[in-house]
């Protein structure tokens, strides 16, 4: 490792963390990722509790709640805590489907997890899946000019023998562990963020004119809560930088996914058990799903929240 990560995470590592009376926190390592304990999602979340659980997820980036039973209803009403809901970009055009009776189209949304609940998205891989949802590095719906803040994933089964777990990767320390040269270079730049590729690949659609599902954003952006700066660009859904020439812009953004992707240090790896909740701020970190269990089935499913949050320098 360099020494400018070796400087990144000891002072990442070194800062003051935050107390918590109403919830005991675990690390899962010192730089990303706690288990939360003492807490019932299904019961309701008083005004001191939400405040000690949203700060944790600022601090952490990744919080774990084991052992929880939750509706869909009481999964939505913990999301709503932090803000509106979040509804799949695809989920008009699942409901097209239906109209038409296009069986053939409906097959293709629901393996992406549309339902008939605007709010939810199915997660669900078995012997029969071409693909699963999450896999691949990616931050959530960054094509969105208001993406999600965070998105609540619930897997209530898993394979008998292990597997499907999820990895994440802190974006505050990917940008700090850059050099302080390429951080100076990379302000003030820009990223375009696209859907182009989940459209093609997994919807085969084409949308209608004038949709684009696509948005520009700073390539380091702020935390609205911490103030701290974060890389804001991932493997799945940024396409390219406008001020670069096309092979600048590639060569670019491949380092800084590889810097994202391979830098082990910046990331968690949360193992499910049945009826565990993760919780993880989309703003400050990037997440894999790992397909290690095929053809055995995981089920769950995912609410994601709006939070009033615009991505800026």
């Given at each position: 490792m360099d020494n400018f990560a070796l400087a990144a995470i000891r002072a990442w590592n070194q800062r003051q963390r935050p107390q918590f009376r109403l919830i005991d926190v675990k690390p899962i390592n010192p730089t990303l990722g706690a288990e939360i304990f003492g807490v019932d999602l299904s019961q309701d979340i008083s005004p001191e509790l939400f405040a000690e659980i949203n700060a944790a997820l600022v601090e952490y980036q990744v919080i774990?709640?084991?052992?929880?039973?939750?509706?869909p209803e009481r999964h939505k009403a913990f999301g709503r805590l932090f803000?509106?809901?979040?509804?799949?970009?695809?989920?008009?055009?699942?409901?097209?489907?239906?109209?038409?009776?296009?069986?053939?189209?409906?097959?293709?949304?629901?393996?992406?997890?549309?339902?008939?609940?605007?709010?939810?998205?199915?997660?669900?891989?078995?012997?029969?899946s071409k693909n699963v949802a999450g896999e691949g590095w990616h931050t959530d719906a960054t094509f969105e000019a208001?993406?999600?803040?965070?998105?609540?994933?619930?897997?209530?089964?898993?394979?008998?023998?292990?597997?499907?777990?999820?990895?994440?990767?802190?974006?505050?320390?990917?940008?700090?562990?850059?050099?302080?040269?390429?951080?100076?270079?990379?302000?003030?730049?820009?990223?375009?963020h696209s859907a182009a590729g989940l459209y093609n690949k997994f919807l085969r659609i084409t949308p209608p004119a004038g949709v684009t599902h696509e948005c520009e954003h700073?390539?380091?952006?702020?935390?609205?809560?911490s103030g701290r700066k974060?890389?804001?660009?991932?493997?799945?859904?940024?396409?390219?930088?406008?001020?670069?020439?096309?092979?600048?812009?590639?060569?670019?953004?491949?380092m800084l996914f590889r810097h994202c992707q391979t830098m082990v240090e910046l990331h968690c790896r949360v193992q499910w058990t049945p009826n565990t909740l993760t919780f993880w701020?989309?703003?400050?970190?990037?997440?894999?799903?790992?397909?290690?269990?095929?053809?055995?089935k995981r089920v769950g499913q995912r609410v994601s929240v709006l939070g009033g949050w615009r991505p800026s320098a």
């Open positions: 774990v709640f084991r052992d929880q039973h939750l509706s803000g509106k809901l979040h509804s799949h970009p695809g989920h008009s055009y699942y409901m097209k489907a239906k109209a038409d009776g296009d069986q053939e189209a409906i097959t293709r949304y629901k393996q992406i997890g549309l339902t008939d609940d605007t709010e939810i998205l199915a997660i669900a891989a078995d012997e029969t208001e993406p999600p803040m965070g998105s609540l994933l619930y897997i209530t089964e898993l394979p008998g023998e292990g597997g499907g777990a999820t990895l994440f990767m802190n974006s505050h320390l990917a940008y700090e562990t850059l050099s302080d040269s390429m951080k100076g270079y990379l302000e003030g730049l820009t990223a375009v700073p390539i380091v952006v702020r935390h609205p809560v974060m890389l804001y660009v991932n493997f799945g859904l940024t396409s390219h930088i406008p001020q670069l020439a096309p092979h600048e812009s590639d060569a670019l953004l491949q701020d989309n703003r400050a970190t990037q997440h894999h799903a790992v397909w290690d269990y095929f053809p055995n």
